[in-house]
């Protein structure tokens, strides 16, 4: 399986930005899936955050929508979600994996990697 490379979280005050990073390995065809981020704060599910397609489609919940942003650089075969005006409810574990399709990467489900460590987020005062 691929494995990912989640990096960029910290704990920053509400209002502040993080950028997270999410690097693949160089023999992944990075170019030709959907990447998305998810979180999982503590005693919750994990949830889809964003996603972005090959044909760079972006997507998001409607709790972030509006102040993170993601985005994708091929030749790095790194995604990147920028995070502004952060909330404490946007504390969590932030993880990323690839899909074929859209549909499989909302439902979180046949995903071709592995998940990682994640980067931890907090939001606090």
């Known amino acids: 399986q691929v494995q990912f490379v989640e990096s960029g979280g910290g704990l920053v005050q509400p209002g502040g930005s993080l950028r997270l990073s999410c690097a693949a390995s160089s023999e992944f065809s990075f170019s030709n899936y959907v990447i998305a981020w998810y979180r999982q704060a503590p005693g919750k599910e994990r949830e889809l955050v964003a996603f972005i397609t090959a044909a760079r489609i972006t997507n998001y919940v409607d709790s972030v929508k509006g102040r993170f942003t993601i985005s994708r650089d091929n030749a790095k075969n790194t995604v990147y979600l920028q995070m502004n005006s952060l909330k404490p409810e946007d504390t969590a574990v932030y993880y990323c994996?690839?899909?074929?399709?859209?549909?499989?990467?909302?439902?979180?489900?046949?995903?071709?990697?592995?998940w990682g460590q994640g980067t931890q987020v907090t939001i606090s005062s």
């Open positions: 994996n690839a899909a074929l399709w859209e549909q499989r990467a909302v439902a979180g489900t046949s995903l071709v990697g592995s």
